[in-house]
């Protein structure tokens, strides 16, 4: 069974620091990793993703993520927090073969606070 | 390009009572999966629609139903309400193909929110 699990409930962090917000995932296969940030009373948007080749992803908003194998982890970082980087923050997994479709298995999420 | 659309946003139901919720995906796009949200339990897995077909579905009692239809438009079904139903009620589309796992990601809608009472 996969299963991800995210490090921290909530995380605060001043403006301009380091943000780091830890995934680990458990699967028998190469899995696909994403992060999502959901923003109050939003869905969720799509930050990156890792399926295969180069295992440091970038995405949105200066947001990247390094899928490292021998760790079972996809960690996000960002190096310097924005205001408007306040957030919930999930990371998902699926499996990469077999008919399995759309089934996403979403960690508990991160809060992300950002001080002035 | 539209995003992905759900209708209502808000719904307030009494228990007992059934519902129905709209999602339209991105144009193009022929799989859509739906998610309940909650405090307690996150992000859950609910079915996933591919051309009509279901093609995945989650641990949900067989009150919660769905259909896909020609259009890739989809709608859920909750029938006897229950309080522990209220949720955030979310869909997302994705370019999938049929016979194998695609590296798409998924585009989330801005969800249903469902309150029992």
């Known amino acids: 069974a996969q299963s991800v699990t995210q490090l921290g409930s909530h995380v605060s962090v001043s403006e301009g620091a380091l943000v780091l917000l830890r995934c680990n995932y458990s699967s028998s296969v190469p899995p696909y990793l994403f992060w999502y940030v959901q923003y109050p009373n939003q869905g969720l948007q799509l930050l990156l993703k890792y399926t295969t080749g180069a295992t440091l992803v970038k995405g949105i908003n200066g947001f990247e993520a390094e899928f490292k194998k021998s760790e079972t982890s996809f960690h996000l970082t960002k190096p310097s927090a924005h205001m408007s980087d306040a957030a919930e923050y999930f990371c998902a997994v699926r499996r990469g073969e077999g008919n399995q479709g759309g089934k996403l298995i979403f960690g508990q999420g991160t809060e992300l606070s950002v001080k002035p | 390009k539209a995003g992905v659309t759900q209708t209502p946003r808000y719904l307030i139901k009494t228990r007992g009572q059934q519902v129905t919720l709209s999602c339209s995906p991105i144009s193009g796009h022929r799989s859509v999966s739906w998610y309940q949200q909650t405090p307690g339990q996150g992000l859950q897995f609910l079915f996933e629609?591919?051309?009509?077909?279901?093609?995945n579905k989650g641990n949900f009692p067989g009150r919660f139903s769905g259909r896909q239809f020609s259009n890739s438009r989809s709608e859920m079904n909750v029938s006897t309400l229950e309080l522990g139903d209220s949720a955030l009620y979310l869909c997302?589309?994705?370019?999938?193909?049929?016979?194998?796992?695609?590296?798409?990601?998924?585009?989330f809608g801005s969800g249903t929110r469902l309150t029992v009472v």
């Open positions: 997302a589309s994705s370019l999938a193909e049929r016979a194998r796992i695609s590296n798409y990601g998924y585009t």
């Open positions: 629609y591919f051309s009509e077909t279901q093609r």
